[in-house]
Nanobody, 124 residues
Framework: HVQLVESGGGLVQAGDSTTLSCAAS????????MAWFRQAPGKERAFVSTISRSGNTYYADSVKGRFTISRDNAKNTVYLQINSLKPEDTAVYYC??????????????????WGQGTQVTVSS
């Protein structure tokens, strides 16, 4: 079993940058694909990005160019840097993990482990 704990976010200004972190603990050995999803108020949880254990990445079209996913396998931590924040980035951001090689899927049903989420609120 894997536990995921997100941190970072909070209230930020439009145009600023922020970095979210997700620390994994428990059964962390193995090729885990990691991902970030987000859920805006009144909307479904949506895929943001995924990263393989080897560092390959994939992004939703809506975030390409502003979001960067990365990971530090020695620290069992994955990051999401968000640049040029917009009010529409306001959401709860969730970290997810799945035991697989390569990239994770872009659907929430493809992940077995989830964090509790961290709120990002962007003020204009």
């Amino acid at each position: 079993h894997v536990q995921l704990v997100e941190s970072g976010g909070g209230l930020v200004q439009a145009g600023d940058s922020t970095t979210l972190s997700c620390a994994a603990s428990g059964r962390t050995f193995g090729p885990y694909a990691m991902a970030w999803f987000r859920q805006a108020p009144g909307k479904e949880r949506a895929f943001v990005s995924t990263i393989s254990r080897s560092g390959n990445t994939y992004y939703a079209d809506s975030v390409k160019g502003r979001f960067t996913i990365s990971r530090d396998n020695a620290k069992n931590t994955v990051y999401l840097q968000i640049n040029s924040l917009k009010p529409e980035d306001t959401a709860v951001y969730y970290c997810a993990a799945d035991l697989r090689t390569g990239l994770g899927p872009s659907v929430r049903t493809g992940y077995n482990y989830w964090g509790q989420g961290t709120q990002v609120t962007v003020s204009s």
